[in-house]
Nanobody, 115 residues
Framework: QVQVVESGGGLVQPGGSLRLSCAAS????????MGWYRQAPGTERDLVAG???????NYAHSAKGRFTISGDNAKNTVYLQMNSLKPDDTAVYYC?????????WGQGTQVTVSS
């Protein structure tokens, strides 16, 4: 089993920044992919940004130019640096870990962008 824990959410004003962290632990073999997703009330959970074990990154259109995903394979951790935050970025942000044995999700961390 793999445990996934997110941290770093909170309340921030429009235009501000936050850095989210996601750590995977437990039965870790070879990371295929780790990614950040978000879900606002009444909407589906959508990809924000992801990074493969080889370091290839992908971003949602809404995140390009504002968010940066990075990873530390030695620590089984990924980060999401979010800049120029907007009220539309308000959501619960979830981290997903996947390897050849399956996919595991964290419990989520709330990000609220409001003045």
């Amino acid at each position: 089993q793999v445990q996934v824990v997110e941290s770093g959410g909170g309340l921030v004003q429009p235009g501000g920044s936050l850095r989210l962290s996601c750590a995977a632990s437990g039965r870790i073999y070879s990371i295929n992919y780790m990614g950040w997703y978000r879900q606002a009330p009444g909407t589906e959970r959508d990809l924000v940004a992801g990074i493969s074990g080889a370091g290839v990154r992908n971003y949602a259109h809404s995140a390009k130019g504002r968010f940066t995903i990075s990873g530390d394979n030695a620590k089984n951790t990924v980060y999401l640096q979010m800049n120029s935050l907007k009220p539309d970025d308000t959501a619960v942000y979830y981290c997903k870990y996947s390897d050849q044995y399956g996919a595991f999700w964290g419990q989520g961390t709330q990000v609220t962008v409001s003045s």
